[in-house]
């Protein structure tokens, strides 16, 4: 049974940053596709940063790009995202989630697991 937890939300002022923690139990992490999404009130999930934890390739929304970056830490399973620059429109709940093959990066339809979400407050 895989499990994800998030943590490092918080509140920032704009212009701050933040780095956000995934830790993953109950799988190889060595073998999957992970990402971050965000979920703001009264708007869709949205992918926001996405790894293969193999090769280590990355993608990126272009809302994040030069801000955001995803890195992930092998030997303690564990993925995190570095937010620089924040904006109160970075303010959202956000998701780690895992899958074992993915259409497209940033496409959730294929993310099979799932954390409950750290929130982040850019005011």
């Known amino acids: 049974h895989v499990q994800l937890v998030e943590s490092g939300g918080g509140l920032v002022q704009p212009g701050g940053s933040l780095r956000l923690s995934c830790t993953t139990s109950?799988?190889?992490?060595?073998?999957?596709?992970m990402a971050w999404f965000r979920q703001a009130p009264g708007k869709e999930r949205e992918g926001v940063a996405a790894i293969n934890t193999g090769g280590g390739t990355t993608d990126y929304a272009d809302s994040v790009k030069d801000r955001f970056t995803i890195s992930q830490d092998n030997a303690k399973n564990t993925l995190y995202l570095q937010m620089n620059s924040l904006k109160p429109e970075d303010s959202a709940m956000y998701y780690c989630a895992a899958a074992g093959w993915v259409r497209a990066w940033l496409d959730q339809r294929d993310y099979i697991h799932w954390g409950q979400g750290t929130q982040v407050t850019v005011s």
């Open positions: 109950g799988a190889s992490y060595s073998s999957y596709s």
